[in-house]
Structures are given as C-alpha cells and as structure tokens.
C-alpha cells in the first residue's frame, strides 16, 4: 500500500507499488468469466481500482483493518458499483469474509503489507518518526493497544524482545533503559518525544553512521507488536492459498526482511512435494500444489523508485495453484514438529 503522491487538481493521485507488473503477472487468473480478485489489504483502492479498470469482468472483494482507508477506497470505488465488496476486517480473517460472501474460491490474492501513504503522512495516526504527534499506531483504531501503552506498560524485557525481534535493533537494551528512566518521570505520549529518547540513546558515532532514522527500527518494531503483524500474516498466508481456484494466483508484497522471510517460506513449502525421499514416483495427493510464477523476490525498477522513493524495499513474490489440496493442514503439520 507504499504509493506515491502527485498533487492533480489539488487531489493526490496514488500510484501503487509495482502496478503494472503486479497486473501482468496477475492477468492469466483474471481473464475467465467471472474472476473473483481478493485484495486483503485494499488501503486506499489503488491497486484494486486498477485491476478493475484492467480486468472489467473482474469482481473485487477489499479488506481492510483501517476504517478510514475502507471509507476513502469506497469512494474512490464507487463508479465500479456492484463489481466492489467491500469489509472491515483483518486479513487473517477472509475465509469468514469469503464465507459471509457465499464465496468459495477466489482466482487471485493480493497482499500489499507496507504502510499506506495515509497512514504514514496524516497527523495523529503516530506512525511516522518525522512528525510529532500522539503516539498511536493502530490501524485499527476502534481498538486495541496504542504504542504509548505499549511503551508505558511493558515490562522492560518484554520491550527489549519487541525491538530485537520486530525491529532487529542492536541497541534494543540501551533504548529500553533509556524509555523506562523517561517514563518513570512522566508517560510518553508522543512519538516526538520517543524519537528524542532513541536517539540520545543510541551512541552518537553510531547514530550518524547508520543510514535511514535512528527511530527507524523502534518505529517498526513497535507497529508490528501494536498490529500483531507478525501474528497474521502467519496465518492468512496458507488461508489465502487454500482459497485460490485452480489456475489462481496470489501475490504478496512485503517490505523488510521479517515480512518478507514467512513468505518466502510459506510458498517454496506450497510449491514443494511432500513426498518421502526415495519414493519412485510421487503420487499425486502428495504433489506439490503450486508452482512459483517469479522466481524468488521481484524488486521495483530504477524508474520506479526514483518515483516513488518509498517503493525502494518492496519485494514481490507471486505463485500459481496447479493442483487442488490443503495447504493449511500442511503448514499445520510442520508447526507442530
């Protein structure tokens, strides 16, 4: 959901990460009759406006945690009419969605996991370590704990765990202590203030050798651990690709290694047999029920990123069902070993 912005008219268009590709690649799933498209992660509605406008046979079922991006994609929607459905939800939960749909299979799957324009740059949300605002970071705002309750109830181990293992920050103990002494004396409620306290925290050579913010990784590491992203993408990854037809497509855009690693793992095991080493022939209930259409992760163009320099992380990975079969009960089975 990373787009870039250009003031039109005085309306900001928004132009999703890797677009173009993203539909080429999608377009075998969605030619047929009747294709379903499931965009889990709709934020704004401009991937999914474009495959609307691409596919016009398409019809499109958007998900979104963030009440506010839902209400901006329906707008900008509204002219595809009863092509659009769209829920309040989070990702993990789309076969309850499908379900409430009377939807069975869907022929693509697209998840977008980077941060929305919207929610980095509007004031208030807390997410961006570049403007001082209240400390928040819910997408979803009817609920949940903000990152202020998080920073000021934590224990100190359990915020250290937070920042190593959602942030892979080395200086995890040196913030942490920092945090505690500063909210002892008063609560921290704004991410100005925490951007303050990261900083002095980390030594000053280090903090002007390391490129990107230095409250880049604790900013990170506290979404994750506020939206528990590392809790649902785990789980809607098999959900989404037992949902797909065969002959479907999903694609997933991921922007920092952490996303990017349950991905990568969860495809290659769908696109990989299951039988025992040795076997002669590998019958067919144990075959592999997908198959890679990019091999490995594709990055965004130079021409891209000198656009939108936002898109310079993304990595995309996109796979194909050819065979019917669980992938859930699967994945199940190698969690519990």
């Given at each position: 959901m990373l787009m870039a912005t250009d003031a039109i008219a005085g309306d900001a268009v928004h132009i999703p990460v890797m677009r173009t590709r993203i539909l080429d690649l999608l377009s075998p799933a969605l030619e047929g009759e009747n294709p379903v498209h499931l965009d889990g992660t709709l934020g704004m509605g401009g991937h999914a406006e474009a495959v609307l406008n691409r596919f016009?046979?398409?019809?499109?079922?958007?998900?979104?945690?963030?009440?506010?991006?839902?209400?901006?994609?329906?707008?900008?929607?509204?002219?595809?009419?009863?092509?659009?459905?769209?829920?309040?939800?989070?990702?993990?939960?789309?076969?309850?969605?499908?379900?409430?749909?009377?939807?069975?299979?869907?022929?693509?799957?697209?998840?977008?996991?980077?941060?929305?324009?919207?929610?980095?740059?509007?004031?208030?949300?807390?997410?961006?370590?570049?403007?001082?605002?209240?400390?928040?970071?819910?997408?979803?705002?009817s609920g949940g704990r903000t990152a202020a309750e998080i920073v000021n109830a934590s224990a100190p181990g359990d915020l250290v765990?937070?920042?190593?293992?959602?942030?892979?920050?080395?200086?995890?103990?040196?913030?942490?202590?920092?945090?505690v002494a500063e909210r002892d004396r008063q609560p921290i409620e704004t991410s100005g203030r925490l951007v303050d306290i990261i900083s002095e925290a980390i030594p000053a050579a280090v903090r002007h050798k390391r490129s990107g913010h230095p409250a880049k990784r604790t900013f990170q590491a506290l979404r994750i651990a506020v939206n528990r992203e590392m809790e649902t993408l785990p789980a809607v990854l098999p959900r989404a690709l037992d949902r797909l037809a065969v002959g479907g497509r999903m694609a997933v855009l991921a922007y920092h290694s952490l996303e990017d690693r349950p991905v990568k793992e969860v495809f290659r095991d769908a696109c990989a047999d299951t039988a025992p080493a040795g076997l002669p022939m590998v019958p067919e209930s144990m075959a592999a029920k997908f198959s890679p259409v990019t091999r490995g992760a594709e990055r965004p163009d130079a021409d891209e990123v000198s656009t939108n320099p936002r898109s310079a992380s993304a990595r995309l990975r996109i796979i194909e069902r050819i065979r019917p079969g669980s992938v859930s009960s699967q994945h199940a089975t190698k969690e519990s070993r």
């Open positions: 016009p046979r398409v019809q499109l079922v958007g998900i979104d945690r963030d009440k506010q991006a839902l209400a901006m994609a329906g707008a900008r929607l509204e002219s595809f009419g009863d092509r659009v459905h769209l829920v309040h939800a989070v990702h993990d939960e789309l076969p309850d969605v499908l379900d409430d749909l009377g939807l069975g299979n869907v022929n693509s799957v697209l998840l977008d996991l980077g941060l929305s324009s919207l929610q980095i740059d509007e004031v208030g949300r807390g997410f961006s370590y570049s403007v001082d605002s209240r400390l928040d970071m819910r997408m979803d705002q765990r937070i920042l190593r293992e959602y942030g892979e920050e080395k200086f995890a103990d040196r913030i942490v202590r920092a945090i």
